[in-house]
């Protein structure tokens, strides 16, 4: 391992590292834009400038190998007013509209240009103008006004979505990013991951164009549910302490996007599309009262209701989510494993038009936890098949069942987070948390286990599934 110099202090360092890399994992921060660790090198932005002692110029550490004994400067006056010029270059036509940027608060120009430079732009001429908003697809515009040609976006598509959607066009002050004519970036299943790699304000999320400041929004740390890869992730939402109090209540608990925790052993730091619309699932119309045979009751009168189906059944089966948590999983095998016939369900299928699965990231199976379920109760539900005709009580855990296969004799609890017109068909239905509401762990198809913490806090009459199950332990113990 080759031993370098940085700023006096010796680092050591791998051979296949940059001097950015190995400075970045030594604790010494150099500026970037166009870098980045999962993509090719570019040397475009040239703002990673350091300068090598002994030399009176600066260079791009990106693309600067690491060599025995080499010794560099990060913050000399060489490298300050090397780093002052690019911002001013970057800046020359870039407009000065972070007041309405959606970037705003994230945006690395803004925060070099205050590091590094900070000063009015020299050129009085006008400002080059380009397209503003110009569509790349349906989820993503481009303001080329912003764009500083990193080319983060164009290389993303062409190593690791594998779309090749994306180009640059033209030369010089008027070069701009493009779709490609034969490869729809629509078609490309990762595109927005082109959003958090913009290190400015030019690729913009439709969706979220405008909606929310991010110095009012929190992330909190997350699993998406959306396939058996269970890729980590943080959910965006407003802050407390930023409540509104004139505007709708629904904006204080809306999602207000979905970005990529980066985990190396399970999605790195990309997601895909369906990751990012995570509110479409979970923003549904919710369930928040309990009901006996279709007429609302009190939970403390469903769960008794639930309690003495089970002490009167001979055959109860249980359908268990495979949406459900580790936790969930476990106290539903510890209260009530003995007492039922257990089954695994699917909870959702692929969609129509969906990816099913990839070389990247995206897996066939659409629920987040059929690995754990399957580990604890061995049996799945293939959604086909017909039930034991002598099933006189059936559980129904979480979405996706159709009550048509029920056998005509059987009795129904029904557990589920939103409404469906299934709900009020059961004997006992109650209302059970979603995931942004409670805290839990999923493994996924390769047995990583993964965090999600709470969002947001459930509404009255909504229980947590390991509570009702805790309710019944009991009296079903007794009987088992």
Not at 79 to 86: A, G
Not at 108 to 123: C, I, M, R, T, V
Not at 300 to 325: C, F, K
Not at 401 to 421: E, M
Request: charged residues 25%; neutral net charge; hydrophobic residues 40%.
């Amino acid at each position: 391992m080759p031993r370098i110099y940085i700023n006096g202090q010796p680092v050591e360092a791998t051979k296949e590292q940059s001097v950015l890399e190995a400075a970045l994992a030594n604790g010494f921060y150099i500026p970037y834009f166009c870098w980045h660790p999962q993509l090719s090198i570019a040397g475009n932005c040239r703002i990673c400038a350091v300068q090598v002692e002994g030399r009176s110029w600066a260079e791009i550490a990106c693309n600067m190998p690491v060599t025995e004994d080499l010794k560099v400067l990060t913050d000399s006056d060489i490298v300050k007013e090397y780093r002052k010029s690019i911002l001013q270059l970057l800046t020359l036509n870039h407009p000065v509209d972070c007041g309405i940027c959606d970037k705003a608060g994230e945006c690395k120009l803004q925060d070099y240009h205050y590091a590094h430079n900070g000063e009015p732009s020299q050129s009085r001429d006008p400002k080059v103008q380009l397209t503003k908003f110009h569509p790349l697809s349906e989820r993503i515009v481009l303001d080329n006004e912003r764009c500083i040609l990193c080319t983060r976006c164009v290389r993303f598509t062409r190593q690791v979505s594998k779309s090749n959607a994306l180009g640059v066009v033209q030369r010089g002050d008027t070069s701009l990013v493009r779709e490609a004519e034969d490869h729809p970036f629509d078609a490309d299943p990762y595109s927005d991951n082109v959003i958090d790699l913009c290190p400015v304000g030019a690729l913009l999320s439709r969706p979220n164009l405008y909606k929310a400041r991010v110095w009012y929004t929190r992330a909190t740390p997350s699993v998406c549910p959306g396939c058996e890869r269970g890729c980590t992730v943080e959910i965006w939402h407003r802050k407390p302490e930023w409540k509104l109090n004139a505007l709708d209540p629904r904006l204080n608990t809306r999602i207000e996007r979905v970005t990529p925790l980066d985990n190396p052993r399970v999605n790195g730091p990309w997601i895909c599309n369906k990751g990012r619309d995570l509110a479409q699932i979970f923003e549904r119309p919710r369930a928040d009262n309990a009901m006996l045979k279709g007429r609302p009751a009190t939970t403390d009168a469903a769960i008794d209701a639930a309690r003495r189906l089970i002490d009167e059944s001979r055959h109860p089966l249980a359908l268990v989510s495979s949406w459900a948590s580790n936790e969930e999983l476990d106290a539903f095998a510890q209260a009530l494993g003995r007492r039922f016939t257990v089954r695994v369900k699917r909870d959702h299928a692929p969609q129509p038009g969906e990816r099913l699965q990839d070389e990247l990231l995206i897996r066939p199976d659409k629920n987040p936890n059929a690995k754990a379920a399957l580990a604890l109760f061995a049996h799945a539900d293939d959604g086909a098949n017909a039930l034991p005709a002598d099933a006189d009580l059936v559980l129904v855990w979480g979405e996706g069942f159709d009550f048509a296969r029920l056998p005509r004799q059987a009795r129904i609890i029904f557990l589920n987070s939103y409404l469906q017109p299934e709900n009020g068909h059961a004997d006992v239905f109650l209302p059970i948390s979603t995931q942004t509401e409670r805290a839990g762990h999923y493994t996924n198809c390769e047995g990583v286990v993964s965090a999600f913490e709470p969002c947001f806090a459930k509404k009255p009459g909504v229980v947590d599934a390991e509570a009702v199950f805790a309710a019944l332990t009991v009296r079903a113990e007794a009987i088992a």
